[in-house]
């Protein structure tokens, strides 16, 4: 494990694992709208490939990789620093045991070989790293020339992040997250491409407000001075072929 903040980290996943499916910060149970709206944008970004190998970073309870698994063709694996999330990730993915591989990982140095994957993406990891555009480089070192990647991450602009940033260690390093940032560790990182879009503006509850959540999130999109609030900051691009 590289040096940085991953102990940190570690300690606070093994014992927050249990509740990380149904928190104050998640409203409720985690499968919730707008995780459902993370995640399709994520394997829309990354279906150009669809039928290889892809790459997640942060498996955490294996939300994510469920989806993938099946909704796709996708053969997967993931790699998180926490031993307890990657178990509750492999009860969840049991019945797909032959199309998926987790394991322990460190986002600031993974163990893949160079252009190993087809696709590879990141959702609600890198704003826990203590050096951020070392992880983008990581990412963009795995993929294949050519490959897309999608970095799906919380703004802490958005009122319930920046409470969590201020009051949760383990969630201080979403200030190190930004935008424009983004984009600059992605071109230092060699990728092409590059697109940052603002994601939601609302929060995931109550489900029966989706529809005018919906209506709210499209026209928010659409006002320059609200696009700075949003929930998530969704960034795609591709190594260059
Ligand atoms: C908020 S969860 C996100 C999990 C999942 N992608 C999701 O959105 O449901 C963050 C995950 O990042 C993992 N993590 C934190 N630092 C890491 C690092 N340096 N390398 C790999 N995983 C890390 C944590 O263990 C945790 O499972």
Redesign the pocket.
């Known amino acids: 494990?590289?040096d940085?903040?991953?102990r940190q980290?570690?300690d606070?996943?093994s014992k927050y694992a249990e509740k990380?499916e149904n928190t104050i910060w998640t409203m409720g149970p985690?499968e919730n709208r707008n995780?459902r709206i993370?995640i399709a944008k994520i394997v829309d970004a990354l279906r150009s490939e669809d039928g290889g190998r892809v790459l997640?970073?942060?498996?955490?309870?294996?939300?994510?990789a469920e989806h993938v698994l099946e909704h796709t063709k996708f053969d997967y694996t993931g790699?998180?620093?926490?031993t307890?999330?990657l178990k509750m990730a492999a009860q969840r993915l049991e019945r797909h045991a032959d199309r998926f591989h987790v394991g322990i990982?460190?986002?600031?140095k993974l163990p893949v070989a160079d252009g190993a994957f087809d696709a590879v993406f990141?959702?609600?990891?890198m704003h826990?790293?203590?050096d951020p555009a070392r992880?983008m480089h990581e990412i963009a070192r795995a993929v294949k020339p050519g490959g897309p990647v999608a970095v799906?991450e919380p703004n802490w602009k958005f009122p319930s992040m920046l409470v969590a940033g201020l009051v949760v260690r383990?969630e201080r390093e979403v200030f190190r997250l930004s935008g424009p940032k983004m984009l600059q560790w992605a071109r230092a990182a060699g990728l092409e491409d590059i697109k940052l879009e603002r994601v939601l503006y609302t929060p995931p509850k109550p489900e029966r407000w989706a529809a005018k959540f919906d209506r709210f999130d499209k026209w928010a999109a659409g006002v320059a001075g609200l696009r700075r609030w949003s929930v998530m900051l969704f960034l795609t691009a591709r190594r260059p072929a």
């Open positions: 494990m590289s940085s903040n991953v980290q570690i606070h996943y990380f985690r995780h993370k997640e970073i942060g498996v955490g309870s294996g939300l994510h790699f998180d620093a926490s307890s999330m990982g460190d986002a600031h990141c959702s609600g990891t826990h790293l203590r992880g799906m383990a």
